[in-house]
């Protein structure tokens, strides 16, 4: 299948700083997912981008699809606790038939 | 509120028995999924259904199958089940191939 590299793997942060994460793909996407995991919980989705360079915004969250579609970023301004959990990307070519999802970011908000 | 429901939220069973995970959406979707996710791997997909009685592999479809007899219902089926299937399962579905799924709250399944 193909590899879709998150980064970073895991964050530590203060209550109140803003977080990046970013996914990149080895082969060009038309449509970019973004998923939040609660623990103990399925993934839920935060954001949908078709369009390379769109930028989407969702409460404190905008996320891009890259010029080259090849990636797209996530950013969470101001994070609050609640905002604890994995984030998944997940991406879809024309000549497949599923989402490819990465390996996830582990963002840990402390109060 | 619109969902996808699967059966058990914790599973143990012993080596070499057959397990069934449950999967149920009251969305009227016509595609399913299975994945199974673990720490460092991400989500990959088992197999999916893009319509009754249909199925395709994913990435990692050994030791696995499904069924799918009623359109809300998809089933994974461990024929043998191994100490290393030990997983969460995510099943989820969509209306289309290329919009995003609605994912279930996940089974973590320990095989012993």
């Known amino acids: 299948g193909q590899q879709l590299n998150q980064s970073p793997q895991s964050m530590f942060i203060q209550e109140g700083e803003d977080v990046s994460m970013n996914c990149t793909s080895s082969?060009?996407?038309?449509?970019w997912l973004w998923y939040k995991q609660d623990p103990g919980e399925g993934p839920v989705l935060l954001i949908a981008?078709?369009?390379?360079?769109e930028l989407t915004s969702n409460g404190r969250l905008t996320a891009q699809f890259g010029i080259t579609r090849k990636d797209s970023f996530l950013n969470i301004s101001a994070s609050i606790p609640s905002d604890v959990g994995i984030y998944f990307c997940?991406?879809?070519?024309?000549?497949?038939?599923?989402?490819?999802f990465g390996t996830g970011t582990s963002l840990t908000v402390i109060p | 509120d619109v969902k996808v429901t699967q059966s058990s939220r914790y599973l143990v069973k012993r080596t070499g028995e057959k397990v069934f995970l449950e999967c149920v959406q009251d969305m009227d979707h016509e595609n399913m999924f299975w994945y199974r996710q673990d720490p460092g791997l991400g989500l990959r997909l088992i197999y999916f259904s893009y319509d009754v009685k249909m199925k395709e592999k994913g990435d990692i479809p050994e030791g696995y199958s499904v069924s799918r007899e009623k359109k809300e219902r998809f089933s994974l089926i461990l024929e043998s089940a191994s100490t290393n299937q030990t997983s969460m399962y995510l099943c989820?579905?969509?209306?289309?191939?290329?919009?995003?799924?609605?994912f279930g709250s996940g089974t973590r399944l320990t095989v012993v």
């Open positions: 082969s060009i996407f038309n449509t």
């Open positions: 997940a991406g879809h070519s024309n000549t497949g038939n599923q989402f490819y």
């Open positions: 989820a579905s969509s209306p289309s191939l290329v919009t995003g799924y609605t």
């Open positions: 981008l078709y369009k390379a360079g």
